[in-house]
């Protein structure tokens, strides 16, 4: 079983910056994706930030020039620096994974979420 813990979470005024961090841990052999989702009340779960193994990176045209997804493999950790952050951006924010364990069976694990909040 993989495991996700995320971090870094909060309250933030708008135009302030937040720091996100997902661990993962477990049976990993390699990792393929590490995945930012968001959801906010009354709307559907969407997909913020992507990165591959290989480092492309994607985003949904709402976050872009704003937020940046890195990861470090030595450690399976994925990061989402969010910066200028708006009112909109009020969600609980998931870490999602995709990878293989070590017996070579696809996983695709979540994090419990954390709440990021911006205030006028």
């Known amino acids: 079983q993989v495991r996700l813990v995320e971090s870094g979470g909060g309250l933030v005024q708008a135009g302030g910056s937040l720091r996100l961090s997902c661990a993962a841990s477990?049976?990993?052999?390699?990792?393929?994706?590490m995945n930012w989702y968001r959801q906010a009340p009354g709307k559907q779960r969407e997909l913020v930030a992507t990165?591959?193994?290989?480092?492309?990176?994607n985003y949904v045209d709402s976050v872009k020039g704003r937020f940046t997804i890195s990861r470090d493999n030595a450690k399976n950790t994925v990061n989402l620096q969010m910066s200028s952050l708006k009112p909109e951006d009020t969600a609980l924010y998931f870490c999602?994974?995709?990878?293989?364990?070590?017996?070579?069976?696809?996983?695709?694990?979540w994090g419990q979420g954390t709440q990021v909040t911006v205030s006028l």
């Open positions: 477990g049976s990993i052999s390699s990792i393929r994706t």
């Open positions: 990165m591959s193994s290989g480092g492309s990176t």
């Open positions: 999602n994974v995709i990878g293989t364990r070590d017996w070579g069976r696809t996983f695709n694990s």
